[in-house]
Nanobody
Framework: QVQLVESGGGLVQAVGSLRLSCTAT????????MNWYRQAPGKQRELVAA???????NYADSVKCRFTISRDNAKSTVYLQMNSLKPEDTAVYYC???????????????WGQGTQVTVSS
């Protein structure tokens, strides 16, 4: 029932900007942390940014001062504003969220299908 759907990816020139969004739908009781991961060809998936339900954030060193993660709890949506993009940012970006579908149940990690971000030189 629970699904995460990403949008906002695409092709952009270096130093350009994109904003990704990810919305959780389905049977949702509570959402804890929400994250953005990315995976480039031949590389391991890495955590890009994370945000707690209270708004605390964490970023990979490679994107600090360029990317901003935010969320709208009422909309069950997490955003990733990406500025000053570099070719090295090219990857498939995946939304991830820890979601409890019923009260007094554990949080489980759910994943979106990914959205391609390609940054040209």
């Amino acid at each position: 029932q629970v699904q995460l759907v990403e949008s906002g990816g695409g092709l952009v020139q270096a130093v350009g900007s994109l904003r990704l969004s990810c919305t959780a739908t389905g049977t949702i009781f509570n959402i804890n942390v929400m994250n953005w991961y990315r995976q480039a060809p031949g590389k391991q998936r890495e955590l890009v940014a994370a945000i707690t339900s209270g708004g605390s954030t964490n970023y990979a060193d490679s994107v600090k001062c360029r990317f901003t993660i935010s969320r709208d709890n009422a909309k069950s949506t997490v955003y990733l504003q990406m500025n000053s993009l570099k070719p090295e940012d090219t990857a498939v970006y995946y939304c991830n969220a820890d979601i409890a579908t019923r009260r007094l149940t554990l949080f489980y990690a759910y994943w979106g299908q990914g959205t391609q971000v390609t940054v040209s030189s």
